[in-house]
T-cell receptor, first 113, second 116 residues
Framework: AQSVTQPDIHITVSEGASLELRCNYSYGATPYLFWYVQSPGQGLQLLLKYFSGDTLVQGIKGFEAEFKRSQSSFNLRKPSVHWSDAAEYFCAVAIYNTDKLIFGTGTRLQVFP | GAVVSQHPSWVICKSGTSVKIECRSLDFQATTMFWYRQFPKQSLMLMATSNEGSKATYEQGVEKDKFLINHASLTLSTLTVTSAHPEDSSFYIC????????????FGSGTRLTVV
């Protein structure tokens, strides 16, 4: 069965530091992968998605993610974190042949000034 | 850009009453809408998928008689929590997808339901 794992429940970084949020997926074929961000009490906003092609995907707010098939990973990165990036981040994979998404358990990002 | 409005943003109700949550696509026609439930500090769990004009498809373990979903128009889907109990307290989020926009989901801002 398809699944998504986000190993880090909570990450704390200083403002201006680089960031990498991990995401591992379990899927037989090429997955459709997503990263979403959720601010407290809010819905989800799409940061970026990968379907095919270039394995380095650029998203909004300065985020990027790299698809690595050999590692079954789709890690999210940002070179310099801003205090406004503090939020919950979810990795998701689309279920094969459906339009449903499976979400990881999320990583809560805390940013210190 | 695509906007989905979810209302109310929060609601408190008494145990045994019913609550209706609305999800509207404001600037596109949502042929498919999804309803999720999110417990505190946990991930989103898909409850059901609804297509305009047809019955919703519920995920395993979701009580269809308790969580009534209606998708009567291309811009509106509703989730009614019937005979609510404290264990139904949660954050409910909808997302919508337009025809032809495979995997192009737009999420609402969520509804915090508290049953007392």
């Amino acid at each position: 069965a398809q699944s998504v794992t986000q190993p880090d429940i909570h990450i704390t970084v200083s403002e201006g530091a680089s960031l990498e949020l991990r995401c591992n997926y379990s899927y037989g074929a090429t997955p459709y992968l997503f990263w979403y961000v959720q601010s407290p009490g809010q819905g989800l906003q799409l940061l970026l998605k990968y379907f095919s092609g270039d394995t380095l995907v650029q998203g909004i707010k300065g985020f990027e993610a790299e698809f690595k098939r050999s590692q079954s990973s789709f890690n999210l990165r940002k070179p310099s974190v801003h205090w406004s990036d503090a939020a919950e981040y979810f990795c998701a994979v689309a279920i094969y042949n459906t339009d449903k998404l499976i979400f990881g358990t999320g990583t809560r990002l805390q940013v210190f000034p | 850009g695509a906007v989905v409005s979810q209302h109310p943003s929060w609601v408190i109700c008494k145990s045994g009453t019913s609550v209706k949550i609305e999800c509207r696509s404001l600037d596109f026609q949502a042929t498919t809408m999804f309803w999720y439930r999110q417990f505190p500090k946990q991930s989103l769990m898909l409850m059901a998928t609804s297509n305009e004009g047809s019955k919703a498809t519920y995920e395993q373990g979701v009580e269809k008689d308790k969580f009534l979903i209606n998708h009567a128009s291309l811009t509106l889907s509703t989730l009614t929590v019937t005979s609510a109990h404290p264990e139904d307290s949660s954050f409910y989020i909808c997302s919508a997808r337009a025809l032809g926009q495979t995997y192009g989901y737009t999420f609402g801002s969520g509804t915090r339901l508290t049953v007392v």
